[in-house]
């Protein structure tokens, strides 16, 4: 037996859903390409990924690859009722969306709003695509 | 008054297809949605008021309605399996009768078949399929557009009220201080209440030093966790005054739901409220100033704070300096809220607290409360709640009650 803590020190991240509207997003993201989605009707990028443009409601959107950075638009340190804290918040794309993400390999109590981060992404398993994960810059 | 000739069927649209293996339960619905408002010669931007079942993915109507970039006064996710939408088209009438909405769009779709892709309703729903819908997870969970994008984060109700704490107290310099003062003024009140969860006068000291829950959020800004119920009744004026009972009525009604709108100029310091709150300060003919009792929904401090400014009781940004130094305290503040404790003392069951603000209200209408926290001469008092997550979608609803 050894006195070695295993437990983890990161949060484990379940791998995502998919369906077939956010299937092309997942397998690019098994390539390690990041892809929004653009309206050619509007010009406006969006964010979660959809079909349908949010803004101007045109079907014609498409993807495009983003370097992922941005900056913390807000965060949350989830301190209780977890294996070990994580933190979970927005980033603001340098393209102008934002979207909900962890923050990984920092520390924690270091983070702040407006801080530049760049995607990182985390594994889900064996056959699962990964997650865009965020990390400081 | 009846709905008789108040609300025309201006567009419908039928879905042409019958096996649809590569389209997500979300774009059918879309798809539908684009059809019917294209034969009436609408677009989206005309809608106001949204009607779906529990075959829409997500959680209500608030999934979909995020997913479509639609901006609501109005929306209804009753459910009565195959005939909701007959029943939607009798709630839309009524609703554009009283002047709620003007452009209704009710929406069916699902794929049962779709499983041979490995990716439709019937893979993920399994028998619930066969079953009535569930409500909030039509299609399976997979199905519901932002899931895969969001579900994976570990958000809960703590850091997701965290996250728009954090920016509040970025963008406006709110403190946790502040934040604390609603905390105590609740347990001021809950003092009163015996059957209250938490009874204990705290301080705004105990309640920062409590534990760190998920930053900036400690373990006394966070509402209780309770079992417990209610039920409210509603009757016609001949009916109510036919009772022996205080006569308290509807006077006004706001409703709107809030998500991250396609991520563009994301804004988590605001709610719904802001959009809820004006018709129905407006249908009432009355301003905050004029409101005696105020029951807020207190899923956390800060939600008490972000929707006082976003119903107007102060400027936005000013809501810390609003709660300070106990002005939510009955007898104390120039605004007695939550006089029963409200969740973050008394109760909150079922993790849902919008009937409990309905109540109180009601008992302070009437000149019931506990008589340590009743406001004198109470006339005019409001119901305010959020429900889902103000840091992801959101339903706000506003309700307005006058004592006769």
């Known amino acids: 037996m050894s006195d070695v803590d295993e437990r ?30 653009r309206c050619t009707a509007c010009g406006e990028p969006h964010w979660y990924p959809r079909t ?31 294996p070990v804290p994580y933190a979970i918040g927005y980033v603001t794309l340098d393209e102008g969306v934002s979207l909900l993400t962890n923050f990984i390999d920092c520390d924690f109590d270091q983070l702040k709003i407006g801080q530049r981060v760049k995607l990182k992404w985390s594994q889900t398993g064996e056959g699962n695509p990964p997650v865009f994960t965020f990390t400081p810059a | 008054m009846s709905i008789k000739g108040k609300a025309y069927v201006v567009g419908a649209w039928e879905h042409p297809l019958r096996d ?47 997913y479509m970039g639609l901006k609501l006064k109005h929306t209804d996710s009753t459910e009565t399996g195959g005939s909701s939408y007959i029943v939607h088209a009798g709630h839309a009438a009524e609703a554009i009768a009283a002047g709620k909405c003007k452009v209704a769009l009710i929406t069916l779709a699902g794929r049962p078949l779709g499983s041979r892709s490995g990716l439709g309703d019937a893979a993920t729903r399994g028998e619930r399929f066969r079953m009535a819908p569930q409500g909030g997870q039509g299609g399976g969970i997979n199905e519901v557009p932002e899931a895969g994008f969001e579900n994976i984060w570990g958000g809960t109700t703590h850091n997701t009220y965290g996250m728009c704490a954090m920016r509040h107290m970025h963008d406006y310099g709110t403190t946790s201080e502040q934040l604390a003062w609603i905390k105590v003024a609740a347990s001021h009140h809950a003092q009163w209440n015996e059957h209250a969860m938490l009874r204990d006068v705290v301080t705004v000291e105990e ?11 400690h373990r006394l800004d966070c509402c209780v966790i309770t ?18 009972r205080p006569l308290v009525k509807v006077i006004g009604h706001g409703e709107a739901p809030k998500g991250p709108r396609g991520g563009k100029n994301l804004d988590l310091t605001y709610s719904g409220a802001v959009w809820s709150g004006p018709p129905a ?5 009355i301003t905050p100033a004029d409101i005696k009792y105020a029951s807020i929904y207190d899923s956390f401090t800060i939600t008490v704070l972000m929707q006082l400014e976003d119903l107007g009781f102060c400027k936005k940004g ?10 939510l305290i009955s007898g104390v503040g120039k605004l007695p809220f939550n006089t029963d404790g409200g969740g ?17 209200a009601v008992r302070q209408a009437r000149g019931e409360a506990h008589p340590k926290v009743q406001v004198p001469n109470c006339d005019l008092v409001i119901a305010h709640g959020t429900g889902g997550s103000l840091g992801t979608r959101h339903g706000a609803g506003t309700l307005i009650m006058e004592r006769e």
């Open chain 2, 227 to 244: 079992d417990g119920g209610g039920a409210v009744i509603l009757a016609a004026p001949e009916v109510a005054k036919s009772l022996k």
């Open chain 1, 8 to 37: 983890p020190t990161t949060r484990r991240i379940p791998a995502p859903g998919q369906n077939l509207e956010s299937k092309p997003f997942w397998d690019a993201a098994k390539e390690g390409r990041f892809l929004i989605k």
């Open chain 2, 20 to 66: 649809i293996p590569h389209l997500s339960t979300a774009q059918v619905h879309a798809e539908c949605a684009k059809g019917a408002l294209e034969d009436a010669g609408l677009s989206f931007d005309d809608v106001d008021a949204y009607f779906c079942a529990g075959d829409a993915p997500g959680f209500g109507a608030l999934s979909m309605a995020d």
């Open chain 1, 52 to 82: 349908l443009c949010p803004f101007c409601h045109s079907s014609e959107t498409k993807w495009e690859e983003s370097p992922g950075e941005g900056v913390i638009y807000t965060f949350s340190v989830m301190r209780r009722n977890t």
């Open chain 2, 318 to 327: 000013e809501g810390g300096k609003f709660v300070a130094d106990g002005n």
């Open chain 2, 344 to 360: 973050l003392c008394n109760n909150h069951p079922t993790n849902r607290g919008g009937i409990t603000k309905i109540i109180e």
């Open chain 2, 207 to 217: 309640v920062v030093n409590s534990p760190m829950i998920a930053d900036p959020l």
């Open chain 2, 281 to 285: 300060w407006a249908e009432a003919r």
